[in-house]
C-alpha cells in the first residue's frame, strides 16, 4: 500500500523560496515515477513537475520551468522540490503523486494512481 506523506508548505513572500517533501513510507520498491500537481482556489489541479523513478527523467510545467527543480533520494524513497523566486500565482495546494506506470499523458492526472493529502503553499505579495 502506497502512502505519500508531504511536509514543507507554508507562508512566504514573493522571491523566496521552500522545498517540499514528500516520501513514500508504504512500500518496499519504487513507483514508475513520482511528481507534483497543483490546485489553486477555484481553478483545477494542474501538473507541476514529474521525475522517473529508474532514469531520474524529470519535465517540467512551462511556467516553473528554471525556478522549480524536482529531486529524488532512492534510499528514503523521497521525492522533493526546491521552488525559487516564488510568485503569487504559485500560490495552490501543492499535492505529491506517484505512479505505476504512465498510460496516455505524464501531465494529465488520471495517470497518477496515488496521491499525498496535500500541502499549502502561499506566496504573499
Known amino acids: 500500500q502506497v502512502q505519500l506523506v508531504e511536509s514543507g508548505g507554508g507562508l512566504v513572500q514573493a522571491g523566496e523560496s521552500l522545498r517540499l517533501s514528500c516520501a513514500d513510507s508504504?512500500?518496499?520498491?519504487?513507483?514508475?515515477?513520482m511528481g507534483w500537481f497543483r490546485q489553486a482556489p477555484g481553478k483545477e489541479r494542474e501538473f507541476v513537475a514529474v521525475?522517473?523513478?529508474?532514469?531520474?527523467?524529470?519535465y517540467y510545467e512551462r511556467s516553473v520551468k528554471g525556478r522549480f527543480t524536482i529531486s529524488k533520494d532512492n534510499a528514503k524513497n523521497t521525492v522533493y522540490l526546491q521552488m525559487n523566486n516564488l510568485k503569487p500565482e504559485d500560490t495552490a495546494v501543492y499535492y505529491c503523486?506517484?505512479?505505476?506506470?504512465?498510460?496516455?499523458?505524464?501531465?494529465?492526472?488520471?495517470?497518477?494512481?496515488?496521491w499525498g493529502q496535500g500541502t499549502l503553499v502561499t506566496v504573499s505579495s
Open positions: 521525475i522517473t523513478w529508474g532514469g531520474g527523467v524529470t
Open positions: 508504504g512500500r518496499t520498491f519504487s513507483l514508475h515515477a
Open positions: 503523486t506517484g505512479t505505476d506506470g504512465f498510460r496516455t499523458s505524464i501531465t494529465t492526472a488520471a495517470d497518477y494512481d496515488y
